[in-house]
């Protein structure tokens, strides 16, 4: 066994959304990249990468293009999409980018997607709102037949094809892929239908985390392998790290709603727009993400970990790191390594 893999933090990652509180674009890469080489060096297991568009807080709008430099400068870590917003891509194209990540990572790539909800986007990519989540099943489900069929053929109401093989082809014989929700129970269920695992948002709490493990075992007999995003501040004390934790979160909030006014779509389906107007205000309750946030002691961490272990199996705790510049976020990593995930 090497070094690497008898250190190796199985179970947990960190989530990467290329954040600018400081400095410029450029400086916001480079800084997660170099974050993201030190998880790798330190044994964790996975890096999610998110994807957001005509934002200038949350540079990630080509997670493709991210991933593969990750993969040039890492040697263990998994790294996968946190996610594809698949509605916005040609499902042909974006199954290329995934088989040629996932031969440059050497098996190392995880496949990731979410619906997307914002307006700018909709707007740009031509996509209608209340459309996004029907575009995301077909395309995840157009995506996967042309990675493992030779000549795959797929008719649906937004995407048909015939006759696509792709090279190169991907070399692991199943990426693992996960769908991203807010505890929605139609993407539970087309989840748990084609056993993909999920991602449940860092605003969802440990109960509502559960209750979407069990829906899923409901569907499909067992319980998913899902990946938990969290927001992460270690310091002296919870009095010492919750105002962190909330001035992050804060302005994490009011970035991306800056970056997202909401305009309605050119049709009208009142439960759909009900159902996108109820994802959006989770999306931007900075308060969920507070109560939901793992932070505080070394002690304080260990024990909100454990609990929520102890409640979801098969759980990936994917880290969002609330410091704003890159050695204190480096700091908090090597305290988890060294004093926190030994007794989770």
Known sequence: MSWWKS???????????????????????????????LADELGFNEAWIGEHHFNDFSICPNPSLLMASIF?????????????????????RLAEEIATLDVLSNKRFNLGFAKGAFAPDSKHFKVTAENL?????????????????????????????????????????????????????????????????LMGSQ?????????MSRCYKSFNGEYPKIVIMRTFYVDDSKEAAKPKV????????KSMRAASSFNKSPSFDKENYANITKEREQFFDG????????????????????????KI??????????GTDYETNARMLKIFKEQIAPFC
Do not use: W
Not at 17 to 34: D, M, P, W, Y
């Open 7 to 37: 250190t190796m933090l199985k179970d947990f990652g960190i989530f990467c959304l290329f954040e600018r509180f400081s400095g410029t674009a450029q400086n916001a890469i480079e800084e997660q990249i170099k974050l993201i080489q």
């Open 72 to 92: 040039a400068k890492t040697e263990n870590i998994r790294v996968g999409t946190a996610g594809y917003l698949s509605a916005f891509y040609d499902p042909i």
């Open 133 to 197: 989540k029907e575009t995301m099943f077909e395309n995840i489900s157009a995506i996967n037949e042309i990675l493992y069929s030779k000549k795959a053929t797929f008719f649906g109401n937004f995407v048909e094809f015939e006759g696509v093989d792709i090279e190169p082809k991907p070399l692991q014989e199943k990426i693992p892929t996960y769908i991203a929700t807010f505890a929605s129970t139609k993407t539970i269920e087309y989840a748990a239908n084609y056993n993909y695992n």
């Open 203 to 211: 605003g969802l709490s440990i109960d509502e985390c559960e209750l």
């Open 246 to 253: 909330i001035a992050s979160v804060d302005h994490f909030v």
């Open 287 to 310: 308060q969920k993400f507070v109560n939901a946030a793992i932070y505080g002691s070394v002690d304080d961490c260990i024990t909100q970990i454990k609990d929520i272990k102890s």
């Open 313 to 322: 199996p098969n759980a990936t705790i994917a880290l969002k790191l609330a």
